[in-house]
């Protein structure tokens, strides 16, 4: 028996390892992107105007990760989690607010394991392995909050 075999009798690696959890991780990816080409469109044409520099850092920033957060919200309601449409516990607008909540969680779990870990490894390993905890961090949560099945 393959380790594989043995974690898909547990539930929560098999929740992990199933195929919902592939298309999370597309979507994310699909929201690197986004943010990487908002960053860019952003500190490079849209808003070359604004003046310092670190204004516009600061705007353009802001705004690519707005859109590339709405952007996988959309994406993992529609896709991800469509099996779940019209049995959601909760409509359009909460869900956003709890994907957003979570999302920010994940950002500040992803922060501070990297700070904790890279006083044992190299940082860019420890940033690897917080992505890795955050993600799986956000797939749950949304799995099991955000995205939930009304009781009946």
């Keep these: 028996m393959t380790i594989i075999d043995r974690m898909s009798n547990i539930p929560l690696a098999r929740k992990i390892l199933g195929y919902r959890f592939i298309k999370f991780g597309t979507v994310g990816f699909s929201g690197t992107i ?5 960053l860019y469109l952003n500190q490079e044409h849209l808003l070359r ?14 705004v690519a990760i707005l859109v590339a957060t709405l952007s996988n919200y959309l994406w993992n309601r529609w896709w991800t989690w469509k099996d779940r449409r019209g049995k959601a516990r909760h409509g359009f607008w909460v869900q956003m607010g709890q994907y957003f909540v979570a999302s920010a969680t994940a950002i500040l779990i992803q922060y501070v394991l990297t700070i904790l870990f890279s006083h044992l490894i190299y940082y860019l ?10 993600a799986v961090f956000t797939y749950l949560v949304n799995d099991i909050w955000t995205f939930a099945v009304r009781r009946s």
Excluded at 49 to 62: A, D, Q, V
Excluded at 125 to 134: D, G, R, Y
């Design 34 to 38: 986004i943010n990487l080409v908002v």
């Design 49 to 62: 105007e604004i003046e310092p520099p670190e204004t516009r850092l600061h705007i353009s920033l802001s």
């Design 125 to 134: 390993i420890a940033n690897v392995l917080s992505i890795i905890v955050a």
